[in-house]
């Protein structure tokens, strides 16, 4: 197998999506079910990130479409994007250049040129799920840590793969894998997401199988597909889409959330909590079992990461609303 070098394997599906003409976003295959698979994530996953004015960095930004989505929905103060491909960083620099708050940079993410905590928020993208050499990734998710003062989002496929390591241009490592090595480097997760696309998938990889093999056997990742294919690939979603929702998994693309650690964070939302024996605490924090003082949070509340860690461990639902920000 050849060893997946992240440059020249991107600036060739970077040539690619030169081919396809336009403001084309895709990263990789141009097909339907990845259209709808990038439609969804973007209203369920980036559209519920908060940018509002905030420094942003995107690592490995490929064409570009994140940035240019937030840039346009969400009025970040500035975003900063590094990416290895200079093939993409020329593609990403077409495509945003009619914004003025966006500084892109060509460079390996083991490298970021950014102070100490000089970015608000980090995300990565389907980025570091395609590294399956360990110590590229240990380096760069230290890189994203150090310059990162208070949040990293992760939207990467997930799989039952326990090691950091793998062969070829993509590995999909368990969620404890991705959690652990942000942990080490002071970062807590705090949200896991499934953008739960299994139906839609199952008949994807089946039709993309067939596709392959009767019109394009010689495919890599990035070139283009045919109008049979797109019709073969696109026609079930309209159905397949709906079952997605009903379908729930634990698989494939996750939005990881994690939080530098501090000592001291604010309650950001209001929280109803239910303790590990079921005793219910009300949404201004107060339990209604006198014995469990430690466990009641409520918004506005300062407490340290110790005591919210109890809270959390001891937690078995907590209300959507409840979110830590640091003070
Ligand atoms: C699958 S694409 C995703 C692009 C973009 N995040 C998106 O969602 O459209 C992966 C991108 O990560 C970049 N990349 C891979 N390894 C990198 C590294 N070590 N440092 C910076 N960028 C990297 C590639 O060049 C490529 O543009």
New binding site residues.
Partial sequence: MVKYN??T???R??QEIEKRGGQN????DDNPYYRYK?LKFLKIFLDTIDFQAKVIL?????????LRHIATHHNPTILLG????QK?YDIATRNLRSFSNIQLTK????HLPFEDQSVDTSL????LQ??TDEA?LKR?VQEICRATRATITI?EDIGKSHQLAGEGAGINRTVDIYKNIFAEQGFQLRQLQFLNTKISRWWFEFSWRVYRRLFSRQHHEGDQIGAIGKLLIGLPIAITRFLDDLFVEDQNLAKMVFDRKTDRLQVAGAATAVSTNYNTINTQGVPLSPFLPARCVSAGQVRTHAELEVIQNATATVDTNLAFKAR
């Fill in positions: 992240p440059e394997y991107w600036s599906v970077g976003f895709i990263a990789g990038r995107e690592v490995g930004f490929g064409p570009g479409g994140n590094a990416d290895i491909s993409m460079i390996d993410g083991m990565t993208v389907t980025v395609h590294i590229m760069l939207m």
